[in-house]
C-alpha cells in the first residue's frame, strides 16, 4: 500500500533524523508540530530546518521537492515560503534513499524545488541543482 502524505513526512523527518545523527550532527526537535520548522540542528551555530519528502518525475530524470506551505481554503490557496522562518531544508528523497541540504538563500522565494538526478538530455548546466552537488554528507563535512 502507498504510503499517504502525512506518513511520507514522518519517514522524512525520520531519515534525515537518523542521517544528521549518522553524521554527528547535534539535533533538536521543537515539541509538537506547530512550528515553521521540523528540526534544529547545531553546526556551525544553531539552524532551523524544514524537512520536505520527495516526489519523483522519471521521464525527466529530476524529483520536485515542494518550498512552501499551502493553506488550502476552498475558494483561495494561499502559499508561504519558508524566507525567514527556516535556514534551510533537508530534503529526502524517498527513491534513492538519500538526504539533501539546501541553504534558504539557494530557494528564495521559490515554490518548488527541481533535483536533477540525471543530466538534463540538451545538456544544460546554468540553474540546474545536481542531486550529487547537494548531498548531506558533503555539506555536514566541510
Known sequence: MPALNKQKGNIGE???LAKMVELGVPVA???G???RYDMIIDYHGLKKVQIKYSSYQE???SIIFKTSSCANHTTNKHYSTYTNDV???L???GITDEVYYVPIEMIGNK???TVRLTPSANGQTKNCTMAQDILAEKFFSE
Request: glycine share 10%.
Open 91 to 93: 530534503l529526502y528523497n
Open 33 to 35: 508540530d506547530n512550528e
Open 14 to 16: 525520520a531519515k534525515c
Open 87 to 89: 535556514d534551510g531544508f
Open 29 to 31: 526537535l521543537p515539541f
Open 111 to 113: 515554490k518548488t524545488l
Open 59 to 61: 521521464s525527466t530524470g
